[in-house]
């Protein structure tokens, strides 16, 4: 919602990311709100509101504050 807010993300581009563009196998893998983080991040990365080194930094931070591998 605050992507949506900020203008950054519209509903076309929710419905189509998370449903058709996800592809079949990441779609049934993935929880619901699993396919909606992913989503959200593709296009973050894909509209350059952050680069994909940035991310990937940010994920392995994350991780390792919680101790995940």
Not at 14 to 21: A, E, S, V
């Amino acid at each position: 919602k605050v992507l949506a807010w900020r203008g950054a993300w519209n509903a076309e581009e929710q419905r189509r990311r998370g449903n058709n563009d996800l592809g079949l196998s990441l779609y049934y893998d993935f929880p619901y709100y699993g396919r909606w983080i992913w989503s959200a991040a593709r296009m973050l990365v894909d509209k350059n509101h952050v680069s994909l080194l940035e991310l990937l930094e940010k994920v392995a931070e994350v991780k390792a504050r919680y101790g995940k591998q």
